[in-house]
């Protein structure tokens, strides 16, 4: 099973748009994981509508539509393996740890909010988390970037895509 997983979208705003590259990995995968700040109910639609399946939680920037529709955590079931989703998982001390313990079941827990890609793996536990940074609004990152997830069993495999400049 192949995840495309995207996070802090941050549309509409201005001429900015899903780049090529990330929209043919979204519509490619067998799940899409969005880990919020669409803004606009418009873009889930939107998101929707590439075809595999979504699952998304709403962020901290999300118009209500957004926040009504969305929970603001969820866990997935992807092919055996169990995903938490969250927008904000703190602040980065401790945070893997952290998220271990809010999330027990999970096999990893995915993330947004700081735009900051990171892939985190507690081997010891067979525990990750994993952020996809921004496609779209990459602030003090130099790439734009989304990840990758292939699953099997309750093996993941995360990586990070650069989508460029």
């Known amino acids: 099973m192949?995840?495309?997983?995207?996070?802090?979208?941050?549309?509409?705003?201005?001429?900015?748009?899903?780049?090529d590259a990330c929209l043919e990995r979204l519509r490619a995968a067998d799940v899409i994981l969005h880990a919020g700040d669409f803004?606009?109910?418009?873009?889930?639609?939107?998101?929707?509508?590439?075809?595999?399946?979504?699952?998304a939680v709403h962020g901290?920037?999300?118009?209500?539509?957004?926040?009504?529709?969305?929970?603001?955590?969820r866990m997935v079931d992807a092919g055996g393996a169990r995903i938490a989703?969250?927008?904000d998982a703190g602040a980065a001390a401790g945070r893997l740890e952290r998220m271990r313990r809010r999330f027990p079941d999970a096999d990893a827990v995915v993330f947004g909010h700081s735009h900051i890609p990171l892939h985190e793996t507690d081997?010891?536990?067979?525990?990750?988390?994993?952020?996809?940074?921004?496609?779209?609004?990459?602030?003090?990152?130099?790439?734009?970037?989304?990840?990758?997830?292939?699953?099997?069993?309750?093996?993941?495999?995360f990586e990070l895509v650069d989508l460029g400049a």
């Open 2 to 19: 192949l995840l495309a997983i995207v996070s802090d979208t941050h549309l509409p705003r201005g001429a900015r748009r899903l780049p």
């Open 85 to 87: 989703m969250l927008h």
């Open 123 to 157: 081997f010891d536990a067979g525990f990750q988390i994993f952020n996809p940074g921004s496609p779209t609004d990459r602030r003090r990152q130099p790439r734009h970037t989304m990840g990758l997830c292939r699953v099997d069993g309750t093996d993941l495999g």
């Open 39 to 55: 803004v606009a109910l418009a873009v889930l639609e939107e998101i929707e509508a590439l075809g595999p399946p979504v699952a």
């Open 60 to 73: 901290n920037v999300d118009e209500p539509d957004v926040l009504m529709r969305l929970p603001p955590a």
